[in-house]
């Protein structure tokens, strides 16, 4: 497995959530945004953020995610990979921030899509 696919398989086991998925977002051969899907925020204000749009803040924004490449991997329970196609929503967001590709897991490997 690829080096930042495997950082977001490690995020990924760290997600508080029933989809377990991590994400790392890399720029000029750097890792500069990781996180995990979790719950954000306290008292009646928590909601859940997914990975890649945490790993997207993280990153700090268009400056630092422009031209990059968002790496998503799911993890299962057995810590096999499991499919991660990012969803409109994210999507979306990587668009904005003009994030070059995207690297996500399927059940049978890596697969990549450019944004
Ligand atoms: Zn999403």
Not at 7 to 13: E, R
Not at 18 to 30: D, E, I, L, M, S
Not at 33 to 48: D, L, P, T, V
Not at 74 to 86: A, F, I
Request: proline share 2%; glycine share 12%.
């Amino acid at each position: 497995m690829r080096r930042f696919a495997k950082m977001a398989a490690d995020a990924a086991l760290q997600s508080e959530l029933q989809f377990t998925h991590g994400a790392v977002v890399v720029r000029n051969g750097k890792a500069v945004g990781r996180a995990a899907c979790n719950r954000y925020g306290k008292g009646g204000w928590e909601h859940s953020v997914h990975a890649e749009v945490a790993a997207l803040r993280e990153a700090g924004g268009r400056r630092s995610s422009s031209g990059g490449t968002l790496y998503v991997v799911r993890v299962g329970k057995d810590g096999s990979l499991r499919e991660s196609h990012p969803c409109p929503w994210c999507l979306g967001r990587m668009r904005q921030l003009n994030v070059h590709k995207c690297i996500y897991s399927t059940n049978d490997g890596l697969r990549c899509i450019k944004i």
